[in-house]
């Protein structure tokens, strides 16, 4: 606490958890921006740049002990975004199933119950989409994802269904403690600073480093017939809506989304249009998730007053020059013997 010009301001403390990863990274910055007293945590620092926490700590949210001596004080929010996840080429192999599902569930357990027996009570959790039943994004033109289309439940990766789970957790501890955790389904987050090669990149990452590796007159590679549809919300927005439903009085579940239902192959074609480059499309096997995903908008405009509205495009021309940076910057530390070999 301190004076202020004769006024009283009593400082604010927020615990992120998944801090090193990219939502939550840029979570940690908006709060400092707000003038909170910010707490990281994660397995990893941020890999793009230093941290802008007071406080970071490296550490497993899946141990118990661990989240009891992280949420050692009263946080006036608390943001837990910390999962195992990753792209299509992560999530539906169904080679990481088990570590998907216990990892997240086993930290969404943890940190439930540390916040509820420190009484601490505004908490958000990050679930996703990927929890919306697969029967109803069948057609790729119009899927259904309002948030009352969620039961009967029929996610199509177990992703989704421990995502499903701990929203259900959350909410639980709502009704029998008290607490006043809030609910956002995340569709399709992307933006600067992002996983953007590795095997856990989602689509706009993986299209512009793909398109940034490509020499003009080649071809890019997409999974499937790229007909398949989905909306992506850039980080910015996600940020706002987040602070917007966490700082509000309704629970959720709320859609957090853009919807502006692209194509992957107009996706494809978009970023390829900001790079200049003449480049073809080649369409090969792999996974593609359901065929049909867009942000359904009309509950958290009624409610909150405010929906995501910024064009796709505009969030893509800033990510693209972003990773070409990456691309470019990964190249120039390969040795001039070694041949530079675009990875799908």
Known sequence: M????GEIVTMKYALVCGAGGF???HMVKRLKSEGFWVRGVDLKFPQFAETAADDFVVGDLRDANFCRSIV????????????DMGGAGYIFTGEHDAHVMHNSATISLNMADACHKRNIKRVFYSSSACMYPAYNQEDPENPNCAENSAYPAAPDSEYGWEKLFSERLYLAFNRNYGMECRVARYHNIFGPEGTWTGG????PAAI???VAEATSGGSIEIWGDGLQTRSFLFIDECIEGTLRLTRSEHTGPFNIGSDEMVSINRLAGMVIDISGKRLSVEHIPGPTGVRGRNSENSLIRDTLG???SRPLREGLEKTYAWIETQVRAAHNRVPAATPVRAVS
Not at 2 to 5: F, H, I, N, P, Y
Not at 74 to 81: I, T
Not at 200 to 203: D, F, G, L, P, T
């Open 2 to 5: 301190s004076e202020l010009q």
């Open 23 to 25: 939502i939550g990274s």
């Open 72 to 83: 050692d004080r009263r946080f006036d929010e608390v943001y837990q975004f910390a999962a």
């Open 200 to 203: 856990k990149e989602k689509a």
């Open 208 to 210: 512009c480093r793909k």
């Open 306 to 308: 405010w929906a995501p």
